[in-house]
């Protein structure tokens, strides 16, 4: 087990409506990165963060948006939701200048939009 | 861009029996590729990572991976399976872009028989 955790663990929401996604980053780490994961699918890169900057992005349109705190806590947020958003939302974080690729996974939120 | 391909998207071994899973991997420059675990509602576990290291990498749980450049391949394998290796499995790569994103292939699936 690693000390990231998500909250909630399941959301039903329906289509054109927000969400906002929680992570808890391991303590000591200050990077941030999000995933989705399609059912059957592998993880697709949303974004990432460090020290509270967006650093780099995937291929996901900007009603995907997040944020970092202080604490490095983080938050996913995705609006006018759309069906195809349902999947599991994974986050992971990491030390920069760590271990190099190194990233440790929280147990995801599963996401299902009706 | 880097990317994998994993090969096999379901993969069935009786227990005891050798475990193979295949990943072949795109990169115009050497890459750092990672096996990583999803057991059911739990999060993603790093199995082992090659970084320009030992061709030959082990990893926990018995597992180990072999980097082959000129096949640009990094396949998984255990020579003997355990029902507790039932999961599905990521070939991931890491890009040397902004963040430096982890890009997952689409996963295998592995049961393992009694």
């Known amino acids: 087990e690693t000390g990231v955790t998500q909250s909630p663990t399941h959301l039903i929401k329906t289509r054109g409506q927000q969400v906002t996604l929680r992570c808890s980053s391991q303590?000591?780490?200050?990077?941030v990165s999000w995933y989705q994961q399609a059912l059957g699918q592998g993880p697709q890169f949303i974004f990432q963060y460090y020290r509270e900057e967006e650093n780099g992005r995937g291929n996901f349109p900007p009603r995907f948006s997040g944020l970092q705190f202080p604490n490095y806590s983080s938050e996913l947020n995705v609006n006018a939701l759309e069906l195809d958003d349902s999947a599991l939302y994974l986050c992971?974080?990491?030390?920069?200048?760590?271990?190099?690729?190194?990233?440790?996974f929280g147990p995801g939120t599963r996401l299902t939009v009706l | 861009a880097q990317s994998v391909t994993q090969l096999d998207s379901h993969v069935s071994v009786s227990e005891g029996t050798p475990v193979l899973l295949r990943c072949n991997y795109s990169s115009s420059y050497s890459p750092s590729l990672f096996w990583y675990v999803q057991h059911p509602n739990k999060g993603l576990q790093l199995l082992l990572k090659y970084t320009s290291a030992a061709t030959l990498v082990k990893g926990i749980n018995g597992f180990e991976a072999e980097f082959k450049k000129s096949e640009t391949s990094f396949h998984l394998t255990k020579p003997s399976a355990h029902m507790s290796d039932a999961a599905e499995y990521f070939c991931v790569v890491i890009a040397m872009t902004a963040g430096n994103k982890l890009t997952f292939g689409g996963g295998t699936r592995v049961l393992v028989k009694p």
């Open positions: 992971a974080s990491s030390s920069r200048g760590g271990e190099y690729g190194r990233e440790y």
């Open positions: 303590s000591g780490h200050n990077t």
